[in-house]
C-alpha cells in the first residue's frame, strides 16, 4: 500500500465514524421527542375516569351527609337542647365538610377531563361549589342555633333551629344535585374514553 493511500484512510476514518454516529442517535431518538408516546391517550383517559369516579363518589358522601344532619334537625323540632343542638351542629359540620372534599374532588376532574367530557365535569364544579356554600351557611345557623340553645328563650332557641332545619334542607337539595351531576359526567366520561380510544385505533391504521 502506498503512503497516498494510507492518508487517504487516515483521513476518512474519522468521517466514517461520524457518519456512524449519527445515523444511531436518528434511531435511538426518544419517541417523545418527535410525537407523544403511544400510551399517553390511554394514561390520559386513565387519569380522567379516575378522576371523575373520585367526584361522583365524593358527591354521594356530601349528599348523605346533608340527609343524615337534616334528618338529626327534623327529629329535634320542638325540643330546645342543648345537646340536642350539639349533635346538630356535628353533623352539619360532617356535611360542610364533605362538600369540601366534593368540591376539592369535582375541581381536579375538571383539570383532568378529556375534550369530550370537558363540559360536563365543569357543570360538577359549579354545582359542588354551590353544594360548599349552602352547607357552609348550614354549619353556620347551626353553630347559631346551638349558641341560643344555651343563652336565649325557649322561643328564640326554636327560632334558631328553624332556621337551620331550612339550611339543611338546602343543603340537601344543592349535595343531591351535586350528585347527580357528578353521576352523569362520570358516564360521559366513561363515553369519552370509549370515543378516544376509537380514534385512537383509527389513527394506526
Request: charged residues 35%.
Amino acid at each position: 500500500m502506498n503512503s497516498t493511500s494510507r492518508k487517504l484512510r487516515f483521513l476518512l476514518a474519522p468521517l466514517a465514524v461520524a457518519l456512524s454516529s449519527i445515523a444511531f442517535a436518528a434511531d435511538n431518538t426518544a419517541p417523545g421527542r418527535l410525537s407523544p408516546p403511544a400510551g399517553a391517550p390511554q394514561k390520559a383517559g386513565d387519569a380522567a375516569g379516575k378522576a371523575a369516579r373520585d367526584a361522583e363518589k365524593a358527591a354521594r358522601e356530601a349528599a348523605d351527609a346533608a340527609k343524615a344532619a337534616a334528618e338529626k334537625g327534623r327529629m329535634a323540632t320542638g325540643k330546645v337542647s342543648k345537646a340536642l343542638a350539639e349533635g346538630v351542629r356535628r353533623a352539619a359540620r360532617k356535611a360542610a365538610e364533605a362538600a369540601n372534599r366534593l368540591e376539592e374532588k369535582a375541581g381536579t376532574s375538571a383539570s383532568k377531563a378529556l375534550d369530550d367530557s370537558k363540559d360536563a365535569a365543569r357543570r360538577v364544579e359549579e354545582e359542588s361549589k354551590k353544594a360548599s356554600a349552602a352547607t357552609a351557611e348550614a354549619l353556620q345557623r347551626a353553630e347559631e342555633s346551638l349558641k341560643r340553645s344555651a343563652e336565649a328563650g325557649e322561643d328564640e332557641a326554636e327560632k334558631a333551629a328553624q332556621a337551620t332545619r331550612e339550611a339543611l334542607d338546602k343543603a340537601v337539595d344543592a349535595t343531591r344535585s351535586a350528585a347527580k351531576t357528578a353521576a352523569d359526567a362520570s358516564a360521559k366520561t366513561v363515553e369519552a374514553m370509549k370515543n378516544a380510544a376509537r380514534r385512537a385505533g383509527t389513527d394506526k391504521k
